[in-house]
């Protein structure tokens, strides 16, 4: 744990950083740029979206012998969140002999930079890559780039650069962190409490100004609580996704910011034969994965939520607090059935999510009251789940809408159905009139005209920046037309 005060200690290359006297919401860019020098990283947008500050944050890994990575936004990441952690940069990539990385020596083989300012974000987030799946296929290498943006190469030259770098072998693609290994080690956080001469939990900011504000960290649930009880108003900070584009572009400044993810509780995934209950620190990446076999649909709407830096860091429960109108998982997640498991001091509550929204960027939480965890459904035989987004640009884009759908079919009728938006009104939501109009009908039954009625009862037609209401109107029924051409099993009775 950081033994000295208003300093943050990550690792990078092999030595210690301690970074004192830094605001709590300097961004990990900022620091990189202006403190260390370290201007290979770039700062393209400053809002995640183009990849010129892609760089690796790494954690011990469970059995401490190895360092796991993920590729990050450093321009949207708060400085002090990085406490106990690693950092790669494109200058850590450097051999002892002065050689370059395989994926380096191949970008310039294979002319894969031409104005080069995207360069060190695309490299990055390729070596990261490798780190995990040595010898990736097409796809995955085009998956991994969804986040960098490049206005001169077309991409091809990158794509070969990254599978000739493969062809070198595993040994000759991994990060030199050996050195890092023992100092991660040492500067690990305190995974129990901090308790005072009688016994009460301290919670140990990592930053904290003379106004008494403080950037915390806490590494228990108890610490959480405990904190939210003495500041109910903190600002809870997940994958700073949300929060980090609120640093940069409103200056937003948080009295108290507390920091989730060093809580273990929190980052776990528990399952029953009914369901998962997803920590509200688990990432938008793990939930991909857990879900990829059982709902196909939900999973591609995740993997087109955001890039890789985005989902690896960005969780469930943040985007479901964030309650943003156009908000990806809030659709799929109510159209199965999910709920929330709240937290207030001792006690817990479990609301449905569909009754979690009380107006545009309102909710049902009390004062001190926070996501736990989510609680997701498992699929259920005779169901059906069918979900799509449209957005303008196919990867890594906002919605027009997102529609998702569960039902099943008894005599050839849909039963148990649900529907959710987003996109078409303050918050997502279900539709109960839609749902109310198909329940019970044959699929071939259900008439565009009948749909449109619906709908236009349904929400209240306004224009937006992302798509006209006539536009989404027009989708929100031919999704549904789309959902119900399948052919389906029949619901056991």
Known sequence: MTSVTNTVRFVLDGQIVEAQGERRTTTVLDYLREQLHRTGTKEGCAEGDCGACVVMVGEL????????YVPVNSCI????????????????????????????????????????FCTPGIVMSLVNLVQVVPAPSRQQITDSLSGNLCRCTGYKPIVDAAQNACAQGTAALKV???????????????????????GDIVVQPVVRTRKGNAFVSPSTIAEVVH????????????????????????????EHIMY?????????????????????????????????????????????FGSPPIRSTATLAGNIANGSPIGDSMPCLMALGASLLLRRGDKTRELALDAFYTGQKQNALQSGEFIEAVVLPKPQAG?????????????????????AISYGLKDGKLVGVRLAYNGLAPSPARAPKLEALLEGRAPTDVQASELDAAVAESFVHRDGLRATWTYRALLARNLVLEFLEEPNAEVVS
């Open 61 to 68: 890994n469970a059995a401490g012998d190895g360092v796991d």
């Open 77 to 116: 990441q708060l400085l002090p969140s990085l406490d106990g952690k690693s950092v790669k940069t494109v200058e850590s990539l450097k051999r002892a002999d002065g050689s370059l990385h395989p994926v380096q020596a191949a970008m310039v083989s294979c002319h894969g930079s031409q104005c080069g």
């Open 176 to 198: 030199d962190d050996a050195a890092d290994l023992a100092l991660l080690k040492e500067i690990q956080r305190a995974k129990a409490p901090t308790l005072s001469l009688d």
């Open 227 to 254: 904190y939210l009880n003495e500041h109910p108003n903190t600002t809870l900070l997940a994958g700073s996704t949300e929060i980090g584009l609120q640093v940069n572009k409103q200056f937003s400044r948080p």
């Open 260 to 304: 989730l993810g060093n809580v273990a509780e929190l980052r776990r995934v528990d399952e029953t034969a009914q369901a998962w209950r997803i920590g509200a620190m688990v990432s938008l990446a793990r939930v991909e994965a857990l879900v990829a076999e059982a709902y196909p649909d939900f999973a591609e709407v995740l993997r087109r």
């Open 383 to 403: 169901r059906v789940f069918r979900a799509h987004k449209v957005s303008k640009r196919f990867e890594q884009d906002i919605s027009a809408t997102c529609a």
